[in-house]
């Protein structure tokens, strides 16, 4: 009944983690930095990626989010690494997979809703086609990578993720001017913010692992994505502090690096394939979803 989680140190993965274990299940964890990810996750098996081959074999499931942070400048260098770290760590993952004795049948593999690229109009759903941005490049060949799993009989889950609202991430940096009293719009406001309780995308993932009626790509975003300036007046209420003051996108660039754009641009996205398989969201709107994590 064991896992292997890659990307385990991160908000969604640490989670996930946390939840397998509670529910009785061993977890193995691939890293690069074995120390580290022993320290945060101690009851974990611990694997440093030379020993790939060894941490797949006889794995139930494998559930991959390794990726370099997108927050930061984009220097080329930093793009290079943002985009290498997701598709030759998939890659690689996947030769092993297809090499290995007991060979895992499920791969549940992360990407982004950078996939659709931007727009204030548009709507998006899995049947839509891929933007041309550096972000929506990244994810194809994020996908891309993780499609050959399947000539070894490996069913494969892709999901889109949304912006996660939970205890880091992206909130925990628009957080300090709000509770500074300084919050308020952010960039233009009429920007869509496709979000996803970080419970919710936790329990997308098991149910993927669990269910294999599960396959194929899926949007992992709450079912009612809001207008940014909807996220801020909802988010002043929940904190109890004004939401008045508008928050220039240069603000936030300097908060977010490059990475801000996601936020600036955003785009409209639906969980069609997600609600169309009957799943239950713990929080599919905003507000309750702000006050479990910040009220």
């Not at 990307?7 to 989670?15: E, F, K, M, P």
């Not at 785009?267 to 169309?276: E, F, G, S």
């Amino acid at each position: 009944m064991t896992v292997l989680v890659t990307g385990a140190t991160g908000l969604i993965g640490s989670r996930l983690v946390t939840q397998l274990q509670s529910r009785g299940e061993p977890v193995r964890v691939l890293t690069r930095n074995p120390s580290r990810a022993q320290q945060l996750l101690p009851q974990a098996q611990v694997f440093p990626w030379p020993r790939l081959a060894e941490a797949v074999e006889g794995c139930r499931g494998v559930v991959n989010l390794a990726g370099e942070p997108i927050i930061g400048r984009w220097t080329p260098a930093r793009k290079q690494a943002i985009r290498e770290s997701r598709t030759q760590g998939t890659q690689r993952l996947v030769q092993a997979m297809a090499q290995a004795a007991a060979r895992p049948p499920v791969l549940v593999n992360a990407s982004a809703i950078g996939y659709y690229g931007a727009s204030e109009t548009a709507v998006f759903t899995e049947d839509s086609p891929p933007g041309q941005d550096f972000l929506a490049q990244v994810c194809q060949d994020w996908e891309r990578a993780a499609q050959p799993v399947q000539d070894c009989g490996v069913r494969l889950v892709i999901f889109r993720i949304g912006i996660v609202l939970g205890t880091g991430g992206a909130l925990a940096r628009i957080l300090p001017p709000f509770r500074a009293f300084l919050g308020g719009p952010i960039g233009s406001g009429r920007q869509w913010f496709a979000w996803i309780h970080q419970d919710d995308m936790v329990n997308l993932l098991v149910t993927a692992l669990d269910n294999e009626s599960w396959s194929g790509v899926y949007n992992a975003t709450a079912p009612q994505p809001v207008r940014m300036a909807e996220l801020c007046q909802t988010l002043g209420q929940v904190l109890q502090r004004p939401s008045w003051l508008p928050v220039p996108g240069i603000v936030l660039e300097l908060l977010l690096g490059d990475a801000a754009q996601v936020i600036l641009t955003g785009q409209q996205v639906l969980p069609q394939r997600v609600q169309a398989m009957g799943f239950t969201y713990q929080y599919p709107t905003l507000a309750p979803a702000l006050q479990a994590i910040v009220g």
